[in-house]
Structure formats: C-alpha cells, structure tokens
C-alpha cells in the first residue's frame, strides 16, 4: 500500500510538473530556460557585438568593459536590428531612428520607443559562452505602480501625444500613485503621428503606441474628444470644451503644433486638406486617388505626400517657395538630390513660386494658379506649409512664451508658474549641445525624452534634458537621417557621393561640427549621435579626412 501510495504521488507529480511545463511552453510571455553556447570567449572583442541565437531566437550579444551581456536583438521601437547599430560604452544605439538601449540591464535610455528589451543571463566557461533564453518576448515593460483610491493628487496632462504618455508611464514607473488623466482633442488614444504622411491608408489599430486598454491596467484616464480652453493657475484648475472644470496639483502641457493653414483665396474649398490627424491621412489617400494633386509645401510634410502619393495619383505637382526642397534643413544639395528622386517617378516642381489662387467649381479644387501665372490643373491639394503651436489657452496666465508663442521651460521642463510643466513640440526648451541655448525642435524623439524630463521633475528626481535631435524622414522607401542641430551652420562637408544616394553630411558652423545627415550610410548618423551625446570633441581634421574609422562603423 504504501509503495503504491509513493507511485501514485510520484505519478501525480510529474503530472503536475508536465502541466506546468506545457503551460510554460504554451505561454509567449514565458518559456522553460534553455541555455545554449552560442560562440567562443575568443569570437568577441572589447566593444563588439554579434548577433546570436538561442532555441531559434535571435539575441544581440555585447563584448564591453570585459563583461559579456545579452539583450534583445531588435530596437522596441520599428525592430531595427541593433547589431548594425552604434556600441558606445554600455549603449548601443539604433541605427534607423536613435534609440538607445543599456546592454547591461536593457533599459531604454533614449527614443523613439518605448520598451525596454529583455536582458537574458551569460556564462563564460571553459572559454565558451552560454546564454540562457527565459522569454521569447521582443520587449519588456518596466514595472508600474496603481493609482491609490484614497489618493486626491491628479496630474493633468493636456495632449495626446508621445510627451503625455510617456509622461504617463514614467510617473508610474516611478511609484506615483496619484490620478493621472490624459486630455485629448483626438478621437484616438497616442498614435505614431510621424506614420500619417508615409503610410496614409494604415489602419489605425496599426499606428496605435499602446493598445486601449493599456491605459486601463495602468490607471491612466484617457479622455478622448475633449479639449482644454482655458488654465486658472491660481486657482489650479484647467476649463474643457464642455465649460466643465478640473482640478490640478501638477500640470503638463504637451499639446504641440497644428498646420499652418493657406491664407489665399479658395482655400477653404472641399478638396483643399491639412495632415494633422488620422482621419485627415484617409481622406487624403482616398481624394487623392487617380486624381491630380498639387501638394503645396517642400518640407518634410510635403516631401512626404508627395513621396507617397507619386504611384497612386495620376498627377502630382510640389510647389515651393525656395529653389530646392529642404533647403532651409537639409541644405541645397540634398534637397536637390530629393527633388531629382522624385521627379524620377513623374512629380513635377514649381520652385520659386507660390500660390495665389485655389479656384474651384461647385465647392471642389478645379485649378491652381501659381504667382508667377502658371495654371495647374487640380482635383486636389494638400497644404504642408508648417505648424503653429497650441498655446493660446495659457494666455491670460503667468506661463511664459517666446516671440513665437512656444512655451518657455527650463532643462527640467518646468514653465514659469510652479507645478506647471511643458513638452513636446509646444515648448522652446534649453539644448545642451548648443550650450543651453532656447529652442524649439519639433522631432518625435524629443516629445518623448520631454515627457520623462517633466515627470522626474513632477516626482522630484530631476533629470536635465540632454537629448541630442534626432530625426529621419522617408523618401520613395529610402530614409535620410538627421541628429543634431544646424541652425546658422556655414558649410557642409560630405563624405560618399550624392549622385550615387549615398552619402554621409556634416553640417560645419566654422569649425564646429553642429548636426550630421546621411542617406545609405549606417549606422554613421548614430555614431555621431552617441558621440555628440557623450561630449566627445569631433573636429573638422576628422570630417575632412579620408579615414572616417572614428565612426566605427561595423
């Protein structure tokens, strides 16, 4: 009896372990450890990284400071493979869009994105290096605390982009158990807004940075369709659309820009779009269709339609004020460059020039005329001549702004009235890479780090920001990527070749490099990130030499 009581107990626990094992395996947040050697101590160097596998699964292996470290293989943010990123130190930074990632621990230490990856468990031994897969898991979220219901202390945050919801998760990463709500005039929770000019028929579920119902589990009020009018600062209470009122301990303004709108006449015909929201990006593709289309504006907006647009319309027609398109940003040569790439694909210029009528028949765009007399035919246009930035709602407060109504904050982000802090692309903010001068940069990365920036200081751990800009945008499938900051710079040198499409550019002011670009040529524009990033001196003898292994490109 007894021997068959132990049979039986010993039968019911390796069932007990074979169904916990199933589950293990049936669970994609969680996979039994499996440990692998994936490479000799001897295949990595001091400062190198390879990309390796366990079980099937790619992770990235790191060689920094004499420790060996593993962590997910692919950038949280569009899954660039970090392997061909920039390792400096303990970060190894994206090559598409600058994220950085500590190899240590994971951690995302600078956007876009906003996972951290998973960091998995090395072994050196005999001279062989095991790693030991635990998840299957792309990302990692970091812990987040709960709102508390005895808890009367709300922050307010006004917008519904990438500042307020990282704004959101890092005071929750940071034990904040107060009430958080969201305003947003948007009819959708924070979207991948920089998605609408390069894929305008996404779905939106698609372009969502988090799922509905994160923000739930999370104890983050999100409400939707409504829109702040007015801030008593005194009185610590914000006034919606509806006349309703809200009370606030802490406040975040994070409401960015709107498109500048056309002042000519027939602007405001039918068929004349601005791309601000989702739906704005639906209409567009569906107007634009087999139609002519004028798209006016030769900046990044613009550029972008006219990139996608140019296979879908039957006609598409840029006009722009200066003699090539971002020439103001980019510089003449590469906005040449871009202009010959489009044309390429049957778009036509009109620089120089400008509208000075949008004529119209029944309520709807027929034609365009241009200032120096040129007829265009048009079933279309969409404006993308710049941005203006919400903060009419902060005036009659104490809230500071500059000669361009951007709110003015300090490195922490805090406005000028206390407990009232501003990000994103609403606010002129200290750069430290230009000696702390005030500026406005309206980038995406920066949305973000602003937002963790205000929510430190919010849960008094200040942190200065010490972002350096980094931005890309998408050409025909092809991405021109820009960090740093150019303003007043007076020359450009270029390595590789424009005519070729491939090239790396550093924008010299005297000789001070101040921002770099490059098309075909990563991780370069990374490397100088980083570098720019940790105070490391690149002079022009460098940019001008033939030898660019500074960059350690791989």
């Not at 009581?5 to 010993?10: D, E, F, G, V």
């Not at 003449?332 to 949008?358: C, H, P, Q, W």
């Not at 702390?436 to 980038?443: C, F, G, L």
């Amino acid at each position: 009896m007894a021997m068959l009581l132990a049979n039986n107990i010993n039968n019911a626990l390796v069932l007990a372990t074979l169904t916990t094992d199933l589950h293990k395996m049936t669970n994609a947040e969680e996979v039994m450890d499996i440990t692998e050697v994936v490479c000799l101590e001897s295949d990595l160097q001091d400062g190198q990284m390879k990309e390796v596998e366990v079980d099937g699964h790619k992770i990235l292996l790191v060689r920094s400071g004499g420790q060996f470290s593993a962590v997910g293989s692919r950038c949280t943010h569009y899954a660039a493979p970090l392997v061909k990123g920039s390792l400096q130190g303990d970060k190894v930074r994206c090559p598409f869009h600058g994220a950085c990632f500590n190899v240590k621990t994971g951690d995302i230490e600078e956007y876009p994105g906003l996972d951290c990856l998973p960091s998995y468990k090395v072994k050196i031994e005999d001279g062989k290096v095991h790693v030991t897969l635990h998840t299957k898991e792309a990302k990692r979220l970091k812990q987040m605390s709960h709102q508390e219901p005895e808890s009367s202390h709300t922050v307010i945050l006004i917008g519904g982009g990438p500042a307020s919801l990282v704004c959101a998760e890092t005071l929750r990463q940071n034990d904040y158990r107060g009430r958080i709500v969201m305003v947003t005039k948007d009819d959708l929770p924070p979207f991948d807004k920089p998605k609408l000019s390069k894929a305008m028929n996404v779905e939106s579920d698609r372009l969502l940075l988090r799922p509905k119902d994160f923000f739930q589990q999370h104890d983050i009020e999100l409400w939707m369709k409504r829109e702040v009018i007015s801030i008593n600062t005194e009185a610590k209470t914000v006034t919606m659309d509806d006349k309703t009122e809200q009370r606030y301990d802490q406040l975040l303004i994070a409401t960015g820009c709107r498109a500048r709108p056309m002042a000519c006449p027939g602007a405001d015909l039918e068929n004349v779009k601005l791309l601000e929201t989702f739906k704005d990006a639906q209409d567009i593709h569906n107007m634009c269709a087999g139609k002519k289309v004028v798209v006016v504006g030769t900046s990044f907006i613009g550029m972008e339609v006219a990139s996608y647009l140019s296979d879908k319309a039957a006609s598409v027609s840029v006009i722009g004020k200066s003699e090539y398109p971002f020439q103001l940003s980019l510089g003449s040569e590469i906005g040449k460059m871009t202009m010959e790439m489009l044309r390429e694909k049957g778009v036509k210029f009109y620089m120089n020039d400008n509208v000075a009528e949008i004529r119209g028949e029944n309520g709807k765009v027929k034609e365009v005329i241009l200032q120096k007399g040129e007829l265009l035919e048009a079933d279309a246009v969409v404006i993308g001549i710049g941005v203006l930035p919400n903060s009419e709602f902060v005036d009659g407060t104490k809230i500071q702004k500059d000669k361009r109504n951007n709110i003015i904050v300090d490195k922490c982000m805090r406005t000028s009235v206390s407990q009232v802090f501003s990000a994103g692309d609403v606010v002129c903010f200290p750069l430290g890479i230009r000696g702390h001068e005030q500026v406005n940069i309206a980038h995406w990365q920066l949305a973000h780090a602003h937002g963790r920036i205000a929510a430190l200081a919010m849960v008094s751990k200040p942190v200065e920001i010490k972002s350096v800009p980094f931005f890309w945008t998408v050409l025909l499938g092809k991405s021109i990527r820009y960090t740093g900051y150019g303003n007043g710079y007076t020359d450009i040198v270029f390595k590789g070749k424009l005519e070729e499409r491939k090239f790396l550019a550093f924008y010299m002011k005297e000789d001070v490099m101040v921002a770099a670009a490059s098309l075909n040529f990563d991780p370069a524009v990374a490397a100088v990130a980083e570098m720019m990033a940790t105070g490391k001196d690149i002079t022009r003898a460098q940019i001008e030499s033939d030898d660019l292994s500074w960059l350690n490109m791989p």
